[in-house]
């Protein structure tokens, strides 16, 4: 549960620095180019999800958003394993950071535009979305519970095992006893 809670703290405290940072600093008409154009800080504002996906229903992104902080805390009452809670941190910090935005950010309460800086290989999105550290934190703790999913780890610390793999091994521990 601490390393789920410090996961989840850590990741909306850098992205709320970091939007910080921008909404400062840069202007949204002048990119900065960084690592030889192969990120482009670009600050914009969305009002969708993913790619502006949705732009004209921003409501329900913090509702899903509150949905999904339910299901993380209600997972981590039983979660007794480490990846699995840096994973949920990560979604859980992703949602929360980009949910601050929604709640209090322009234009208004569950209607806010969440700030995008970081544009890969082009500026303002020419070539892939504009995303944020939420965002990161989202995909990466999504990925990694794929992987967990994948490799049978479970979220009480156990470990599936695949019986076709153990049959044969058990079966000829069997034969020599």
């Known amino acids: 549960m601490a390393v789920l809670a410090a996961t989840a703290v850590i990741a909306v405290a850098?992205?709320?620095?970091?939007?910080?940072?921008?909404?400062?600093?840069?202007?949204?008409?002048?990119?900065?180019?960084?690592?030889?154009?192969?990120?482009?800080?670009s600050l914009m504002r969305n009002g969708g999800a993913a790619f502006s996906l949705g732009s004209d229903y921003t409501w329900i992104f913090p509702v899903i958003t509150l949905v999904v902080v339910g299901v993380i805390g209600w997972l981590a009452t039983r979660l007794r394993s480490v990846p699995w809670a840096v994973s949920l941190g990560l979604v859980l910090g992703g949602a929360l950071g980009n949910l601050g935005d929604r709640l209090f950010r322009a234009p208004g309460p569950f209607q806010g535009h969440v700030v995008d800086m970081i544009s890969l290989f082009a500026p303002n999105a020419e070539k892939f979305a504009v995303f944020n550290i939420a965002d990161s934190c989202l995909t990466v703790g999504v990925c990694l519970a794929v992987l967990l999913e994948l490799t049978g780890r479970q979220r009480d610390g156990t470990r599936l095992v695949n019986e076709k793999k153990t049959a044969p091994a058990e079966a000829a521990k069997e034969e020599t006893a």
């Open 14 to 41: 850098v992205d709320q620095w970091v939007k910080h940072l921008s909404t400062e600093n840069l202007d949204p008409g002048e990119p900065v180019r960084i690592l030889g154009g192969l990120i482009y800080l």
